[in-house]
């Protein structure tokens, strides 16, 4: 019997036990796995939106010869194309020379946006010798966590003459960072006896940006005219061109090793970055049997919504017009397809071990994990792949010596949680969950093991080809 996350000839028993990637690896393997985290730290401190992620992408499709694709070419048996959807999300494809009616296509999906704080459309106002920035929340988040700590601006701006803007400020070590205030501990009895919830308020995350006032002009509010006269000098913008702009607050932390072995790495935007980046190295490196598709989506911590997250129908558009230059039946080849939804999931931690279930939880190092359903209490808003799915997936991965594991999202009635899966599935295409394990998600500053990102890789990679 196959011991999953370990190899055959070091199995010595019929049960399923997990082990640290590193005790099984061979020194060359692990070399590749610390050589592959320092690429993808450079990768994940550079982009923090999907807007970043998309451009990057984008320049490294070119450089590996993939080509523009439109709606309406022509294609054949070897061409690699891509397509962006409106500067947020890529769809790369190859087509293969297998039978795509009989084997179906590949496909991994997965997501750019992070939990974060994206500014309101009128955000700018002064207040008792500061200047701030309104902001309205992104994504599912600790509120307190994101106070108290160096924050970076990214985003882009239109002027009223139809300039585009680009902005990134507090990255560089000579930029300025922007702030979120806390409340000292000496005036904070009250608030420390608040539910962790609602210490913090959505309202109370004001990002601070200046306390500068002019000297001349008639302003009542002479830091704000301030900032407004920095903003128009080096943007060329105005307070009203904010309406028009995309503008969102993150940390202004690089990725880091973590601990003496530097075996973890530490960075904003993990979820769901780290497959990301995984998948599209995937389809960059894989052999061309099959047609694989990698799919990198915007709006998923936000329930998948809007033109460019996985329910637009441009996802669905790029297979139905694969299928017609191909001549093969549309219908067909969805329900011949498979699908991984590639989206992190929770590491057992055991500083708060009570709300996992160990047997079923993912162990950091010990590979890339399979999520069988998330959804919540009863498997509610989950997909839940068949057996007969997983068990395809366990003969690739198997049959690659890929390093993986299984989990669930906590105990139940305790853990919930949803991925672009559900919403895959409706196009009749069977779909797994399959992502690396996350301590601290959601957070500012997520962890990862380097051991788990590699197997993500040789997992993703094994399945496309």
């Not at 067909?332 to 590491?347: E, F, G, H, N, Y």
């Amino acid at each position: 019997m196959e011991n999953i996350g370990i190899k055959e000839k070091e199995a010595t028993s019929y049960q399923y036990v997990k082990k640290n990637y590193f005790e099984i690896a061979s020194e060359k393997e692990v070399k590749e796995i610390y050589d592959y985290a320092e690429k993808y730290k450079n990768f994940i401190t550079k982009c923090k939106t999907e807007r970043e992620v998309n451009d990057f992408v984008s320049d490294i499709a070119f450089k590996n010869g993939f080509e523009r694709y439109e709606f309406g070419d022509k294609l054949n048996i070897g061409d690699k194309r891509f397509i962006c959807n409106r500067g947020k999300g890529v769809v790369l494809f190859k087509i293969g020379n297998n039978d795509i009616e009989k084997d179906g296509l590949r496909i991994i999906v997965s997501h750019l946006d992070s939990p974060r704080i994206d500014l309101k459309q009128v955000p700018l106002y002064e207040s008792d010798g500061l200047c701030f920035l309104k902001t309205h929340y992104y994504g599912g988040i600790k509120k307190y966590q994101w106070t108290a700590i160096p924050l970076s601006l990214h985003g882009v701006i239109y002027t009223k003459n139809n300039d585009k803007v680009e902005i990134c400020i507090g990255e560089k070590s000579s930029d300025p960072v922007f702030y979120i205030n806390d409340l000292l501990p000496h005036l904070g009895k009250a608030q420390m006896e608040q539910k962790a919830e609602s210490f913090i308020t959505g309202e109370q995350l004001n990002i601070v940006v200046g306390g500068k006032a002019l000297k001349e002009g008639s302003s009542k509010d002479k830091i704000k005219e301030n900032i407004l006269k920095i903003l128009n000098k080096d943007y060329k913008i105005t307070e009203e061109d904010f309406i028009s702009a995309e503008l969102s607050v993150v940390p202004a932390f690089q990725a880091r090793d973590v601990g003496f072995d530097r075996s973890l790495i530490g960075a904003y935007g993990h979820d769901d970055k780290v497959c990301a980046y995984a998948a599209f190295n995937a389809i960059f490196d894989c052999q061309n049997k099959n047609t694989a598709i990698c799919i990198l989506v915007d709006k998923e911590e936000i329930g998948s919504e809007g033109v460019t997250g996985i329910k637009s129908k441009i996802y669905e558009d790029v297979i139905d017009e694969i299928c017609l230059s191909l001549n093969k039946n549309v219908r067909k080849v969805r329900q011949k397809s498979l699908c991984i939804s590639a989206d992190v999931t929770a590491a057992y931690d055991s500083n708060f071990a009570d709300v996992f279930e160990k047997n079923n939880a993912a162990i950091l190092s010990c590979g890339v994990c399979m999520n069988k359903y998330t959804g919540g209490a009863g498997k509610s808003d989950s997909s839940d792949a068949s057996a007969e799915l997983v068990q395809k997936i366990r003969n690739i991965f198997s049959k690659n010596n890929v390093i993986w594991q299984t989990s669930e999202l906590g105990k139940v009635d305790i853990g919930s949680g949803g991925t672009v899966a559900k919403f895959i599935t409706q196009l009749n295409i069977e779909t797994v969950d399959i992502g690396v394990p996350v301590i601290s998600m959601h957070a500012p500053y997520e962890l990862i093991s380097k051991a788990d990102l590699f197997s993500a890789y040789k997992g993703y990679k094994a399945f496309f080809e």
